[in-house]
């Protein structure tokens, strides 16, 4: 494993020795390789990239991000890159040839061999949110007739280029799956019996224009190293593995906390530092700007109220505090709602149960507040220098408004995941963001016809 | 795979045939079988359990939710008990060992073989949150000089009772880790080769006290199937599988998230339903209690400028306006930040570059937001029933207010979390309802110093 002092070393070797470099270089991983790579200046990158051993070019170049893979494909001979190309996993392929512009692709075409021609190009004409997007055409097959013996024959001779074996696909003589084994199996078995006698025919798999969370999640679920995709024609084209289906798992949770916190998503791979700040504006400023007209409601319930607040100056401290606290148990249930339907936990028709519930704890909740709330307001008015109304009743109103806002507020965030979820749009448009803007309003209401009823 | 007719139809068949219900039960996986049984009442549930064959029944208990798998506990022998106890992955069969009582606890024991004894008590003492928590020790163990041919014969042995034999640890008598071999390298390597040749030395490891995140990313980064855990004489004693590196990353993420909205995790692996609503207020009450205290300073500040609103009432619809979008600006800033620092994609030496980045983001989003609010503020002002001040004045003044709120917000939200990061902390606790309450004051502030100074 690589850690911070062998780095340091590292870094003082590439400048003095660079035999010593490439030699120790090799007893890393080839991620961290990429990494400590990635931290050198571009013309060395590139300089101790070439002279890296041909069998993990592939390997070391696809763990490098978008920039360097092509400042590298811009600075090496194209007979070069298709060394690497060829022996790069065939999923990280097709994403680098996607991104080339036309003229490029057009490019690198001629330098590959036929059958890796045509996997790059059918696997960049699958859509990157699929199954399809993100499969690997890695993967072994065998013949249902075939003895144990011819499997492991088979298998060493496919093996090199083969990245998953840890499973072998069953298929007829038209691709058509009709199984799997897996290696244990084939070691558990004499060398005499036949691959149908061990067939694993009741299989779990997805097809091409599935969903890629919908993959990832049944990887999850069943515990599978790999998943079969399927065409229309039930033909096996790709497998999924499980380091593909963590990579989306984390990929959807950074999505759904943007899109809890109102950021439009991009789907690029970018990391913080390298989106511009344009991009980031971008990203942003969208949902700040709905939030902003949504929250012309409040400021014109707040001018009709502009009155009575002259009248009453005693109300105006305590009103954002009705607000915040009502935003803040707003969004807090909303997040317990999202997540728990993000996990499957609940389901449209627990609707009922879930008010139900949250009622029970927004009623816990409000008591709670309401006897802070109370002293707080107690005590400011009891000293405020404005006297026209009895502390105790000023501190009884707020409280009942207080009361009343964060029940609203938690019905609210309990009801609005479910129906927008009822609408088939993803629940987390109405976080945090959005409650809070929405039950600003309800305070605001709420608040001010309970002042104006009594006092 | 399940879907919802074969649950329908499999229910129907379980009221009348049961002979039939069993045996089309076998076609489905263990997690989908336990998925079915659970939707059933209790009684039937066991009933149908007991007659599953015995080498799944197991997989089918540990895919049971707690309540369900002591419900089975509590209404079978100890005899039959011990059956399933005894086929259950070692992590599972440890981690519901550890949650009955030790009366319980000592009632199991007795029924045990010496082997699942030592290995159930062994792996129940390690803490939940590290790689010995988690870890398994179905994993298969190979010597050094061994040939390919014995290599073969000992998995052979062991492989029914392991089940992760895709890697094979190769250890010396003493149990020390010496490295491994991928099940892919016996495969292709000749039956008169030593294991030795194709050791591979440099590995990846954890050690048992290594916290669970930490192993799950490396599993990640590595793309392993599976990492060795060492104790502290460097002795194998587990692994943690790519299955349990995804689970950690998805309660990791459930654990930010409701960290990010304020909500107590628990550790329990509860679902939404199960939790009874005092845990449930239990879980958040705690912050927002905290938050409300935070924001009585919002009221202090409010109650000093009372005179001053009483005096420019055209000031106060404009208030929560400012509060909001100042919340939105910094709640969304921050997460931004959060999550690149739990990707891992800026560090705190990185401090200087996202506060520039921010303050540019932040300049293109308060001119944005400037143009907008003037044109509402002028809007309402001219129509607002009290007019002592000109619309265009007082809409300025609240649009340089609203710049001003923006740009603190902003740079607030990007650097709290970067400072907890800095104290050690885990930066979620700064996350949307603490930023939003912390810029209220810097809003109150900035607006009413900005209105004194201007109007």
């Not at 070069?80 to 996993?89: G, Q, Y």
């Not at 105006?316 to 505090?321: A, G, K, L």
């Amino acid at each position: 494993m690589v850690n911070i002092e062998d780095l340091e070393e590292l870094k003082q070797i590439s400048e003095t020795n660079e035999t010593l470099l490439l030699e120790k270089l090799l007893n890393f991983q080839c991620v961290e390789i990429a990494e400590f790579l990635s931290g050198l200046e571009q013309e060395k990158l590139i300089y101790f990239f070439k002279k890296l051993p041909e069998d993990i070019l592939g390997d070391v170049f696809c763990e490098f991000n978008l920039d360097i893979q092509n400042n590298i494909y811009n600075n090496v001979t194209k007979k070069f890159f298709s060394k690497i190309f060829s022996s790069m996993p065939s999923e990280s392929r097709a994403d680098f040839y996607k991104q080339l512009d036309a003229k490029n692709q057009v490019k690198v075409l001629p330098f590959l061999s036929k059958g890796i021609r045509d996997d790059v190009i059918s696997l960049s004409l699958y859509s990157d949110n699929t199954a399809g997007g993100i499969m690997s055409t890695d993967f072994a097959t065998l013949y249902k007739d075939m003895t144990v013996q011819e499997a492991f024959t088979k298998l060493r001779a496919d093996a090199p280029s083969k990245k998953m074996i840890y499973y072998a696909y069953v298929v007829d003589s038209e691709m058509k799956m009709l199984g799997f084994i897996s290696l244990r199996d084939l070691i558990l078995s004499e060398s005499n019996q036949h691959i149908s006698d061990f067939l694993h025919e009741n299989y779990i798999s997805a097809t091409v224009d599935d969903d890629k969370e919908t993959v990832a999640s049944m990887i999850e679920k069943y515990a599978l190293i790999a998943i079969p995709v399927l065409n229309d024609e039930k033909q096996l084209v790709g497998i999924v593995r499980y380091d593909d289906a963590i990579s989306v798992i984390k990929e959807e949770q950074t999505e759904d906390m943007e899109k809890m916190m109102g950021i439009v998503s991009d789907n690029s791979n970018q990391t913080y530092l390298e989106t511009s700040c344009f991009q980031n504006y971008y990203k942003r400023v969208g949902w700040i700007v709905c939030l902003f007209f949504l929250g012309i409601l409040t400021t014109l319930v707040l001018s009709h109220y502009e009155l009575l607040l002259s009248q009453i100056p005693v109300l105006i401290p305590f009103f954002p505090m009705i607000s915040a606290v009502g935003g803040n148990t707003g969004s807090q249930t909303s997040s317990v709602i999202i997540r728990a339907l993000s996990l499957k936990e609940i389901k449209i028709n627990d609707c009922l149960k879930v008010i139900f519930k949250e009622l029970q704890v927004a009623f816990l909740m409000s008591f709670t507040l309401f006897i802070f709330v109370y002293c707080e307001v107690f005590a400011i008015s009891y000293f405020s220098k404005i006297k026209n109304y009895n502390p105790c009743w000023v501190a009884f109103v707020v409280g009942l408004a207080l009361f009343l806002q964060v029940v609203v507020s938690m019905i609210l965030g309990a009801l609005l995941p479910l129906i927008v979820k009822l609408l088939n749009k993803d629940p987390a448009v109405v976080a945090s963001p959005a409650i809070t803007t929405i039950v600003d309003v309800t305070g605001i209401l709420i608040y001010f016809s309970i002042a104006s009823l009594l006092l």
